[in-house]
């Protein structure tokens, strides 16, 4: 994780992802000018703030929290509820633009108050404190349905507000670039953050509290600072969230919003400030296009999860990282059609097992498992064998050469080559 | 002129549930000196360690540190009253570089606290001192290396570094040179010289050749209870410590 460590200093060479990304951002909706696809790239710049502020807790602080949505819930609840009383006022008062900022102030509120008990302790104390908090929230939303509009949710209109710019809010472009804006700033500050006392300590007190202690930190009081600033960029996202969807419900301080953010950060890789950015991409891209495609796109979810878990703690940054700097260190030198050799066998083994996995969830989920059903653009049924013959052979297959040739191959070309050296 | 006490341990008592571990411990730490604990295994070194840094709470008794009581504050509020500590098992921010862990130990004592607003590394006066004590632990060779790829006695020094780094005046090395060869040792003992020259220091230590070589005053610590407190040559000669833990050692 010593990536995570902020070290290295201000760097003109190090400045290009953050012109990079953002003329990236800028030109997407350019190029994909669907207004899906729009509101796809605005959701991702939520969910980016949002895994970015989780980060704060669980990469730099050491904090597994499974009740992050609270503060993205609440502060979403509190910036919709200041939309709806502009609505009310006729379209006068706080400009649209900021007020992801009443998100981010409700959100700093509740991580005031909440924090206090969560983090006297990390560990598991922590986790079950805010699985309890999470669920708390959670079952409170369905009580108080003034404040949280009940099971319907709450609306209001981003287009009948004031504009700080003059812009019309009701294309969805132009709030895309609002939400460019503010993941911007957002990834900024978090990113500046980490270079600071507390963020050093935030790093010190994840790696040893007591260390830190023996240098004058109070690890609670660290943790305590390091979660108030986490829920108010977490309330930033909600409030962000409101503008994008003018429609808040339970949902959004709900468990499964805690998980998601908890599973884009890990597949990204918590160890990398880009992580999250990249998992809460991939994710919120999956939830909206997978499940368009197959109703098994939980199931790929978690196993992709599982996987990252058991085989690439460091996530999908951490396994491009080091296989770059295998490469850079000439790791790859002579071996290079080996890898790919694996890469293509594993992709083939996938991409059996998901040919497996979608004739299993035709075959026990249809009414009719006979009917015809379209598999990877060939008509088949899954009532007879043929088809299921195949598809587990190709997954044996790929499989089975990923593991039982390839890797070996690798290893033994290594081993070879290292000895070759020493000789 | 009389000398202050640094530290003061007055009839300090612990109890493990029924097990007293520490039984009426009496100990004065004169400002300045270099003050060596030895004693048997189990005789209670690491705990009273523990008691005096904060990290244990006292059942009975009273530490000063500079006339302060320090007995049940927390940690962190020790150090900042002027105390710090090494680990028997190297104790350092694992997954940082040397010249990192010298930073971060630096910040309290330099007053930055919880600063969110200020970046680490613009902090000339820290940056300044992080690189002075790189120099005195000759350390400068491993600057960006991460910690836990340290050989074991870079890592015991860096850790000393860490513990004169955090500004603090009495300092508590437990075991600065188990595990260590011989010339290992030596050099432990002369980097400890050289780092810790005004502060207080208090040592528990195995090596009796370290013991003898570091040591303004000796205590001897067996079954909880100080036996005897005095200069080496007063320590070897007095005839219940050699009963007790020098044994055959010392002739």
Known sequence: MATNTAAGGINALKLWPWLIVPFIAIVLPFVFDSGHTINLLSHMGVAIIFALSYNMLLGNTGLLSFGHAVYFGLGAFVAMHLLRAINDAGGTGLPIELLPLAGAAAGLGFGVIFGSFSVRRAGVVFAMITLGLGELVHSSSLMFTDFFGGEAGLFGYRDEAPSLLGVDYAPSRNVYFLVVAWTLIAAILIYLLRKTPLGWMANAVRDNPERAQFVGYNPTIVRYIQ????????????????????????????????????????????????????????VTFLESSLSAHTEAWVLYFGLLFISIVMFAPMGLVGIVHTQYLNWKAGGWKG?????????????????????????????????????????????????HLLPWLVSFAITIIGFGLMLLHGNPLLKRHISANSDGGKA | MTIRNALE?????????????????????????????????????????????????????????????????????????????????????????????????????????????????????VT????????????????????????????????????????????LLDEPTAGMSRTEANDVVQLIQRMTGENTLVVVEHDL????????????????EIIATGTPEEIRNNEAVQEAYLGTEVH
């Open chain 2, 9 to 125: 341990l007055k009839g300090v008592k612990k109890n493990f549930g029924r097990a007293e571990i520490i039984r009426g411990l009496n100990l004065e730490v004169r400002e300045h000196e270099r003050h060596v604990i030895i004693g048997p295994n189990g005789a209670g070194k690491s705990t009273m360690f523990n008691l005096i840094s904060g990290r244990l709470k006292v059942s009975e008794g009273s530490i000063k540190l500079f006339g302060n009581n320090i007995h049940n504050l927390p940690a962190h509020k020790v150090n900042r009253l002027g105390l710090s500590r090494s680990f028997q098992v190297t104790n350092l921010f694992q997954n940082m570089t040397v010249i990192e862990n010298l930073r971060c130990s630096l910040l309290w004592s330099e007053g930055h606290k919880y600063a969110f607003w200020k970046s680490v590394l613009g902090q000339d006066s």
């Open chain 1, 227 to 282: 979660f108030v600033l986490s829920a108010c960029f977490a309330g930033l996202a909600g409030g962000l969230f409101v503008i994008t969807n003018e429609i808040v419900n339970d949902e959004v301080v709900g468990q499964l919003q805690s998980g998601a953010v908890l599973l884009g950060t890990f597949i990204g890789g918590i160890g990398y400030f880009i992580g999250p950015v990249v998992g809460a991409s991939l």
């Open chain 2, 209 to 224: 050749n370290v013991v003898f070589e570091l040591a303004d005053r000796i205590s001897v610590l067996v079954y909880g």
């Open chain 1, 335 to 383: 071996n290079t059609g080996i890898r790919l050799y694996i890469l293509v066998s594993g992709l083939v083994g996938i991409f059996g097992l998901i040919c497996v996995i979608e004739l299993s969830y035709h075959y026990f989920r249809s009414w009719d498992p006979g009917a015809p059903f379209i598999l990877m653009g060939i008509s088949t049924n899954a009532t």
């Open chain 2, 128 to 171: 300044e001192r992080a690189y002075e004590l790189a120099t005195r632990l000759n350390l400068t060779e491993q600057l960006s290396t991460q910690v836990s790829l340290l050989t074991y006695a870079q890592q015991r020094s860096l850790e000393i570094g860490c513990t004169v780094a955090s500004g603090a005046k009495v300092i």
